[in-house]
């Protein structure tokens, strides 16, 4: 079974430019997350969706950030414009949805420059 | 604040020894642990978790062990291989209507030494 797709896996752009990252959850995951990951740091939530709903985006920077998930399984978070401070990896991971707590699993990442 | 951490950054073994990583953790509300590895450009990985009700789970070469009374986590993992190179990070989450939402711990860097 094919895990969590992300791409592209890296990107280097300058500052002021727009960006965007793709993700393809894992078949079947109805809930999906972005979370972003500083350099020697763990991954923090940006936002997550149950199926094409953002349930949870009080962790997203609204004034440039924004993610959609049109028809609930792929989705994309773009950033614009993106500055210095944007530079990170961000990770995709989908789970099952339900009550109880259930195993997120994680994408490789985009590695985003900022220069 | 409440936040989740380690005590250390570091960590270097001989191949063969056993392992033991660290996590503190500050917020006692927190009822849900789990360890992830993660191996350089991937994602984290799903190793073990334990719920607040018990104080020990031992999964394949891994265990883990909760302290709820000083509010400490640790991962021990038997018999360490070079395969096990990786950071690994804790996290928590709690229950309730937030309990897919988890805090992450900055991380321990494992090295392992053939």
Partial sequence: EAGVVQSPRYKIIEKKQPVAFWCNPIS???????????????????????????????????????????KGVDSTLKIQPAELGDS??????????????????FGPGTRLTVL | GESVGLHLPTLSVQEGDNSI????????AS???????????????????????????????????LNKTVKHLSLQIAATQPGDSAV?????SRSGGSNYKLTFGKGTLLTVNP
């Fill in chain 2, 88 to 92: 690994y990070f804790c996290a928590e």
């Fill in chain 2, 21 to 28: 990583i660290n996590c503190a953790y500050s917020n006692s």
């Fill in chain 1, 88 to 105: 990170a990896v961000y990770l995709c991971a989908s789970s099952l949805p339900g009550q109880r707590y259930n195993e997120q699993f």
């Fill in chain 1, 28 to 70: 079947g995951h109805n809930t999906l997350y972005w979370y972003r990951q500083n350099l020697g740091q763990g991954p923090e939530l940006l936002i997550r969706y149950e199926n094409e709903e953002a349930v949870d985006d009080s962790q997203l920077p609204k004034d440039r950030f924004s993610a959609e998930r049109l």
């Fill in chain 2, 31 to 65: 009822d849900y642990f789990i360890w992830y590895k993660q191996e350089s450009g991937k994602g984290p990985q799903f190793i073990i978790d334990i719920r607040s009700n018990m104080d020990k789970r031992q999964g394949q070469r891994v265990t883990v062990l």
